[in-house]
């Protein structure tokens, strides 16, 4: 029966093919690109945090230092883009992208790296994971010599790839397909374990900080934005003008219960983000809740979720997946 597919158990057997590892890579290198600024405005670390603590990043900041940051980020993101070397590649982009975020945050004062940057951090790890995972299989078969044939086997698929591009858009059909079908798939299930962990982790976070009470929180939003209005008209003496924020904290404070609801579907799906690496269809419908999570708290409290957003799309909804699946079966019907 169809309706069993919606539970049928896939975590770590979904088969991906090469064009949706092809457009996750590309994006996930743009992503880091994007996410890792250069020419950093600081000369020193006055709170220095993370391995800030054990490691001078103030050279990062150097303007006697010529600024090689986004050069290098540049050549990494394309290795891991076009898969010649997703170790290297991702490894590079990781150190860039956790040395420039950890010297921004140790500025002190509150400022530092954008906070919807950690998940392309954890991304990152997930990827390095992955191909950490098949080197060392590689040498417990066949020593270091395991190593070298695993990347061989990368530059024979590319040149497969090459002879026959129509292996790009279908499933594995021989040895050589299903060696680089294995490869990608494990990249991605460590990349999108990554994720959920994170979620699962913020939602976590959000109960023990508000000793349970978080979702009786979010019920009294408006009154802290009524009082941050007050606040900015006894500074300035002028009413500040209503925005969409203040249109959403509005509507929490008519439908509390309504809220409270919507809300805490959003903390659902977060404490169980783990429940979506199940099946292809579970992912895809928790990618679009979060995704409606984050634009929620996007317009109630003006915080960005660029990168949350896009990545959940792009990995989790999988829209081109659907799309080919779509017509595979459209096509499979008319045959």
């Known amino acids: 029966m169809h309706w069993k597919k919606w539970f049928r158990f896939e975590a770590g057997r979904v088969d991906y093919m090469a064009f949706e590892w092809w457009i996750m890579r590309a994006a996930l290198a743009w992503f880091a690109v994007q996410a890792t600024p250069?020419?950093?405005?600081?000369?020193a670390q006055p709170s220095p945090v993370g391995i800030a603590k054990f490691v001078d990043l103030t050279w990062l900041g150097d303007p006697?230092?010529?600024d090689w940051t986004r050069p290098l980020l540049l050549v990494f993101a394309v290795l891991l883009a076009l898969g010649i070397a997703p170790m290297a590649g991702a490894a590079g982009l990781l150190v860039l992208h956790t040395a420039v975020g950890t010297y921004a945050n140790s500025q002190?004062?509150?400022?530092?790296?954008?906070h919807t940057t950690n998940l392309i951090g954890l991304m990152l790890i997930g990827q390095v994971l992955a191909c950490l995972y098949r080197d060392y299989r590689s040498i417990r078969r066949n020593g270091w010599r395991g190593v070298v044939a695993a990347r061989l086997e990368d530059w024979e698929w590319l040149r497969h790839l090459l002879r026959h591009p129509a292996a790009g858009f279908r499933r594995a059909s021989d040895s050589i397909e299903i060696a680089a079908q294995s490869f990608r798939s494990r990249q991605i299930y460590t990349i999108l374990q990554m994720m959920a962990m994170g979620y699962v982790v913020s939602g976590i976070s959000k109960l023990w900080r508000s000793d349970?009470?978080?979702l009786s929180e979010v019920r009294n939003l408006p009154l802290q934005f009524e009082k941050n209005r007050l606040n900015e008209y006894h500074d300035t003496l002028i009413m500040p003008a209503q925005t969409s924020a203040d249109a959403m904290a509005a509507w929490v404070g008519q439908h509390p219960n309504l809220a409270g609801v919507l809300f805490g579907a959003g903390l659902f799906f977060e404490l169980f983000a783990f429940v979506g690496l199940?099946?292809?269809?579970?992912?895809?419908?928790?990618?679009?809740?979060?995704?409606?999570?984050?634009?929620?708290?996007?317009?109630?409290?003006n915080l960005g979720f660029f990168y949350n957003k896009w990545t959940l799309f792009i990995f989790w909804v999988n829209v081109p997946f659907w799309l080919w699946a779509f017509r595979h079966r459209?096509?499979?019907?008319?045959s």
């Open 38 to 43: 250069a020419g950093l405005p600081y000369h």
């Open 64 to 66: 006697a230092t010529p």
């Open 108 to 114: 002190g004062g509150g400022g530092g790296s954008h």
């Open 212 to 214: 349970g009470e978080w």
């Open 278 to 301: 199940w099946n292809r269809r579970l992912l895809a419908i928790f990618g679009l809740s979060i995704i409606t999570m984050h634009v929620m708290i996007s317009d109630l409290m």
């Open 330 to 334: 459209k096509h499979h019907h008319v």
